[in-house]
RNA sequence: GCCUCCUUAGCUCAGUCGGUAGAGCGCUUCCAUGGUAAGGAAGAGGUCAACAGUUCAAUUCUGUUAGGAGGCUCCA
């Protein structure tokens, strides 16, 4: 029988007999590979490594140091998890199992209402690291619908599974157990069988790099009125140091939690007595907020904003006007009965802005307004949602509002996305990429001209500012499209930040006109948009961005400053006066205890700076610089210290100085 | 709201197979005067989250409540 011959990723062509699986490719490709290979990709579809090939075939071969790869490492260390468990709880049953970043979860219930606990999670581990080592095969089998339901007779959720694919009525979630017209199946023993698309790795020997992570309740089909399975995370890698690394990774993300380091810091903290979701700032965290409310004020101030202060409570008319009692209600505290009306905590700013706008009668010369408030709301997040000052019910936003004519609308938009960039790159941050939400298909308010006007806006800001987007087709609320923009910290992980939405249905709901240059009354459109977002949402993430090692001009303390002994404290205090008059924040650490434990103590701090004054630098007007990671340099001359300091702030001096009038 | 786990001194945590508790840091006082990451000693500090039940006896076991962590769901 002649050769077949197959086509490979590089384009070139290679001979195999007939029969030959995608295993023996491998090995005739090469030993390496034949050692590496995991799975292949068969013209467009995954394959396991016993595929027979046939002539023609487009044939990919992966590795475990992909990330196909690594999906199939994950999904079939799920199944190791899947017959432990079974073998371990007689009587349970399975639902899903599907890889995802870093690893995988499987979904279980147990008998009688049982749980798993911590402890359980060792026991299944270690049955797992028994059927590693027994190196079962997966052995794949296809069969009909009627004879997967004989098979999983004892599992509902498959049952469930295989008849809502057989009805056609399977969504994505589910790609990954089963597909099409025929069932497959995967059996590693007699007794353990897994309804499966797969691939999955040849025997579960090729596997073993994987540690169970933590147990959570999860619904069925992620549905609260469906009955609740437990849920085991799990993760896993091709090598033992890729796992070490992960679980370091983990360790260092821990390591800058922000609700750790805002206790280890003094800085805020969240008082049991004040009720879930509340903060109460320290001395150390306010100085901190009140810095980047002061940057913030001036930004806006340059930027050409209006200021605007609104009250924390509101009638609930203003609530019904809005809309927000409609379509909010669930988000907002319980109203308060008083006088005649009744009154809610305000959960936005926005409503309290559109009166601001009202107050007088608008002209077209006036726009675009832009009312920039640091605006407290109070929204009643369930308490399974609270995550300190990530998740949080009271909270400020840098909210503003800004009324624009359709003329204005391209130009007010391009300004605005700069000036969202530029305020985030102020914090650091410089990986930015931005999502665009388009109108919803269901319901929404405003013409068509009115919505492709202002998506076309929004898409031409984004591209003059360069920034990578994707779009969410439909995605946008239904009064207007958004742009949400993401940032990236420090290490690698992404944080929403920033919105920019458009909303065509407040100055519909209140009304609102300007006189346009002909003499017609017309609608502004209305702008929403918050830069931080939360500025308690901002400082958490600013905290784990900066892992507590706040930039000079944000520290709560810049400058400690140690005499060495008592007859130096003097000399001390001439610095400690002289940094202060020019408007650094400093402490001077009396030399009660010793220098070692001063100096430790300001390092746990991440204090930018620690200055070590002796006798040398009394008699020759000169510091010991301790800097914040960096070496020790003595005998700094105090003036090439400050000029050194000055420099470092950058333009956020400004503020510290009065600016001049006039 | 639901699932699992947790709550012991200001902080970080031990501990009690049921007989009301310890360490380190911090705080106070005394000694030590030290040039770049923990000097020494003494002392104060706890209704073992709250409430209820079982028990001769509960911080420990059970239940309820509150708060926290990780998930699920939610986030107009």
Same mark, same amino acid.
């Given at each position: ?70 999906? +199939? ?6 199944? +190791? ?43 299944? !581990? ?15 089998? !296809?069969?009909?619908?009627?004879? &997967? ?17 057989? *009805?056609? &009525? ?135 904003? *209006? ?95 800004? $009324? ?27 990986? $930015? ?37 994707? +779009? ?14 993401? +940032? ?87 610095? $400690? ?86």
């Amino acid at each position: 029988m002649a050769d077949i011959a197959v086509q490979l990723p590089d384009g070139s062509s290679r001979s195999v007999a007939p029969g030959t699986t995608v295993a023996g490719l491998a090995a005739d490709i090469g030993a390496g590979l034949a050692k590496a290979a995991i799975s292949a990709v068969v013209d467009g579809g995954e394959r396991d490594l016993n595929h027979q090939l046939v002539d023609g075939d487009q044939v990919e071969i992966v590795t475990a140091d992909s990330e196909a790869g690594l999906h +199939v490492l994950r999904h079939s260390t799920a199944h +190791v998890l899947a017959q432990a468990v079974l073998e371990l709880w007689p009587g349970a049953t399975f639902a899903i199992g599907p890889p995802i970043e870093n690893g995988f979860y499987y979904d279980f219930s147990l008998p009688d209402g049982q749980t798993f606990n911590d402890d359980d999670l060792e026991r299944i !581990e270690a049955k797992m690291r028994d059927i590693v080592d027994a190196d079962q095969p997966f052995v794949r089998s !296809e069969v009909p619908a009627s004879e &997967a339901l004989q098979l999983m007779a004892d599992h509902p959720y498959k049952r469930d599974i295989i008849e809502r694919v057989s *009805s056609g &009525a399977a969504d994505s979630e589910l790609s990954t157990e089963v597909s099409g017209e025929v069932i497959s199946f995967y059996r590693n023993t007699e007794s353990f069988v897994d309804m499966c698309v797969g691939p999955h790795v040849p025997s579960t020997g090729r596997l073993g790099h994987f540690k169970l992570m933590s147990v959570a309740g999860a619904y069925w089909r992620g549905d609260e009125k469906q009955p609740m399975l437990q849920r085991i995370y799990g993760t896993a890698w091709a090598t033992s140091k890729q796992l070490k690394q992960h679980l370091q990774r983990l360790q260092e993300a821990a390591k800058r939690d922000h609700r750790k380091l805002a206790n280890e810091l003094d800085l805020l903290s969240f008082p049991s007595e004040l009720g879930g979701g509340l903060a109460i700032w320290h001395p150390k965290g306010a100085i901190a907020r009140k810095l980047m409310e002061d940057d913030s004020r001036r930004r806006h101030e340059d930027g050409g904003y *209006s200021f605007a202060y609104t009250p924390h409570l509101a009638n609930g008319n203003l609530f019904e006007t809005s809309g927000h009692l409609d379509f909010y209600a669930d988000g907002m505290y319980p109203p308060m009965e008083m006088d005649n009306g009744t009154y809610y905590p305000k959960p936005m700013n926005c409503p309290m802005h559109v009166l601001v706008y009202r107050s007088q009668q608008r002209s077209y010369r006036e726009l675009p307004l832009r009312l920039f408030e640091l605006g407290t709301v109070y929204r009643y997040e369930r308490a399974g949602t609270l995550h300190g000052l990530m998740r949080i019910r009271g909270f400020t936003q840098d909210d503003a509002h800004i $009324f624009v004519d359709q003329e204005g609308l391209a130009d007010e938009l391009a300004d605005l996305l700069n000036f969202v960039l530029d305020v985030l790159r102020s914090y650091g941050f410089d990986d $930015f990429t931005a999502k665009l939400s388009t109108r919803p298909a269901e319901k929404s308010v405003g013409s068509d001209e009115i919505w492709k006007l202002a998506t076309d806006c929004l898409v031409a800001a984004l591209e003059t500012a360069e920034l990578p987007y994707e +779009v969410d087709e439909g995605g946008g609320a239904f009064y207007g499209p958004k742009i949400d923009v993401d +940032v990236r910290d420090a290490i690698g992980r992404s944080w929403q930040l920033s919105t920019i939405q458009a909303d065509f249905a407040l100055p519909e709901r209140f009304d609102l006109e300007y006189v346009a240059s002909d003499g017609s009354r017309k609608r502004p459109v209305m702008l929403h948009r918050a830069l931080m977002g939360s500025l308690e949402r901002f400082f958490g993430v600013l905290i784990e961005h900066y892992a507590g090692n706040f930039p000079l001009w944000l520290a709560p303390v810049q400058v400690e400053i140690l005499p060495v002994a008592e007859e130096h404290a003097s000399y001390g205090s001439e610095i $400690f006066d002289r940094l202060k008059a020019a408007g650094f924040r400093c402490e001077l650490a009396e030399p009660s205890d010793p220098l070692g434990k001063r100096i430790r103590r300001a390092k746990t701090q991440k204090i930018p700076y620690v200055l070590v004054v002796g006798s040398d630098d009394a008699s020759a007007k000169t510091v010991g610089v301790n800097p914040r990671g960096g070496e020790v340099e003595r005998d700094v001359p105090v003036d090439d210290f400050l000029a050194r300091l000055e420099r470092e702030m950058g333009d956020r001096a400004v503020s510290s100085s009065s600016s001049p009038t006039g």
